[in-house]
């Protein structure tokens, strides 16, 4: 693969890391200790790109903070 190729996978997936972390932070702030302590999440990322018909689903938990 070429190094633009690299390069711009590289800031897209940076980008989708630290937005979809500062969006999952504030609904964790936003909902409150009360109901997000040590509780576990079920989270899931689907990325699409529709001209090259790609569909990837990635599952996980995500503990609430303390």
Known sequence: ?????NMTMRKYLKRV?????????AAMREAGPGRTSGREFSARVVLTIDDLE?????????????
């Open 1 to 5: 693969m070429s190094e633009e190729f």
């Open 54 to 66: 790609l569909e990837h689903v990635v599952e996980g938990q995500i503990v609430g903070p303390d």
């Open 17 to 25: 890391g630290v937005t979809s972390q500062q969006a999952i932070e």
